[in-house]
């Protein structure tokens, strides 16, 4: 188990550290685009906030294969 904990020890503070930085990204690039009309940056706002997705969704399966295996998932996830 300490071993197991170890090798997804950084995982956990990585994921919310870059999903919290992209998010500030997103918002000040909305809040910046949006100010000087900027299509661009707007554009790459929501590729970011894309990536934001793509990053909760790689956190949540990150979550899901610390489960133990037992009952039907003898493997784990
Ligand atoms: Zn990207």
Redesign the pocket.
């Known amino acids: 188990m300490g071993a197991h904990h170890q090798r997804h020890g950084g995982a956990a503070a990585a994921f919310r550290w870059s999903v919290l930085l992209n998010a500030l990204l997103t918002g000040a690039q909305l809040a910046i685009g949006f100010g000087f009309g900027s299509l661009a940056l707007i554009g790459d706002a929501i590729?970011?906030l894309?990536?934001v997705v793509g990053l909760l969704l790689a956190w949540g399966a990150e979550r899901l294969s610390l489960r133990p295996a037992r009952g039907r998932f003898t493997y784990g996830y």
Request: net charge negative; hydrophobic share 0%.
């Open positions: 590729h970011n894309g990536d």
